[in-house]
């Protein structure tokens, strides 16, 4: 099935420029994706309600080759592009009434289990023949370069707020940490037009994480580390 929402642009999901910002997206995106699988009876309550598992984003890239206004209407549409043994992916794209493409993205999740934190096969977590995949919208690729790590620019401290309810920071934190590395004249003068985020690891309230910029051609890397080991990365196209 494909889920589809026609709305206006809300001034919360903006930035300093009054546009679509990075952390909207990946709000319009994580809405759009957790109500699908929820209607699907797949969602991330229901993982761990009555598989005993817990869905984990892998990694996210979004592409925003034009960023829409505050009050701009726009159409979005989730759906199930794949699944593998062990992955699931969800497509979405964002578009004007026109069909200007405002955003698509690719996320990638798995599942673990509560208990023993494994991976979990798609088909024990409800993914099977009630969820058939859709045909692509729009092509898409991941990034396939290797950042190497260089120096420390930051240590942030995960608040409360940056919990969900699976009791680890939330996705979207992260991204927050990121783009706290510019400054709001920064991303007016040069905005995302793209970014990928991969997930290797949980952290959680209290912990304290330290950013580090990489070295990466012709695109802008971060990564985020947790007593040494990496726990997120990132990389940017401006």
Same mark, same amino acid.
Request: proline share 4%; aromatic share 10%.
């Given at each position: ?49 009555? #598989?005993? +598992? ?8 979004? /592409?925003?080759? *034009? @960023? =829409?206004?505050?009050? $701009? ?69 991941? #990034?396939? +370069? ?8 930051? /240590?942030?401290? *995960? @608040? =409360?707020?940056?919990? $969900? ?74």
């Amino acid at each position: 099935m494909r889920l589809v929402k026609n709305d206006r642009m809300p001034a919360s999901y903006c930035g300093a420029d009054v546009k679509l910002s990075v952390e909207g997206a990946f709000r319009i995106v994580e809405d759009m994706v957790t109500e699908l699988m929820g209607i699907q009876h797949i969602d991330g309550v229901t993982c761990m309600k009555e #598989y005993g +598992g817990m869905w984990v984003f892998v990694r996210n890239r979004i /592409e925003m080759p *034009v @960023r =829409p206004g505050w009050m $701009d209407e726009y159409r979005v549409t989730s759906y199930i592009s794949s699944f593998s043994k062990i992955r699931l992916y969800i497509d979405t794209l964002m578009e004007s009434p026109d069909g200007t493409v405002y955003l698509k993205s690719r996320l990638e999740l798995c599942a673990v289990d509560l208990e023993t934190g494994r991976i979990r096969k798609s088909e024990t977590v409800g993914v099977g023949d009630k969820t058939p995949a859709e045909e692509p919208l729009f092509e898409i690729s991941y #990034y396939k +370069g290797k950042p190497q790590r260089a120096g420390r620019i930051d /240590e942030v401290r *995960v @608040r =409360p707020t940056d919990i $969900d309810y699976c009791h680890h920071t939330n996705n979207i934190a992260y991204v927050r940490y990121f783009m706290d590395q510019y400054s709001a004249d920064e991303m007016i003068d040069h905005p995302v037009s793209a970014i990928e985020v991969q997930y290797a690891t949980q952290t959680h309230e209290g912990d304290t994480l330290e950013v580090y910029r990489c070295d990466a051609e012709g695109v802008d890397a971060f990564e985020i580390d947790i007593d040494g080991a990496k726990a997120v990365s990132c990389t940017i196209e401006r």
